[in-house]
């Protein structure tokens, strides 16, 4: 059972990033899955996430209405669209999930990927 976080890099204020959270082991499209990010020196925060039980999504509100979480199901893979991207979103972005439950409770996260590093700087 793995994750693996990509699409993160190098972006102008205002720009965009498309994050991907891809799933090996498991069928993610059963779970919920949720996306962190951290700042150097600080603990990870749950920024988003989509319910497995009717695709509800959740979103921080630092980035409601900038990110969209979505999933594709034939990819087995969860995506996280970062629109009007801001300095302040430079950080390293997690995607987690749990085997346990299929709703969004960033606490009870416990299978976690490799993260992937957005920074957003001109």
């Known amino acids: 059972v793995q994750l693996q976080a990509s699409g993160g890099g190098l972006v102008q204020p205002g720009g965009s990033l498309r994050l991907s959270c891809a799933a090996s082991?498991?069928?993610?499209?059963?779970?919920?899955i949720a996306w962190f990010r951290q700042y150097p020196g600080r603990e990870r925060e749950g920024i988003s996430c989509?319910?497995?039980?009717?695709?509800?999504?959740y979103y921080a509100d630092s980035v409601k209405g900038r990110f969209t979480i979505s999933r594709d199901n034939a990819e087995n893979s969860v995506s996280l669209q970062m629109n009007s991207l801001k300095p302040e979103d430079t950080a390293i972005y997690y995607c987690?999930?749990?085997?346990?439950?299929?709703?969004?409770?960033?606490?009870?996260?416990?299978?976690w990927g490799k993260g992937t590093q957005v920074t957003v700087s001109s």
């Open positions: 987690a999930t749990t085997l346990y439950g299929s709703s969004c409770v960033y606490a009870g996260m416990d299978v």
């Open positions: 989509i319910d497995n039980s009717n695709g509800r999504t």
């Open positions: 082991g498991f069928n993610l499209g059963y779970y919920a």
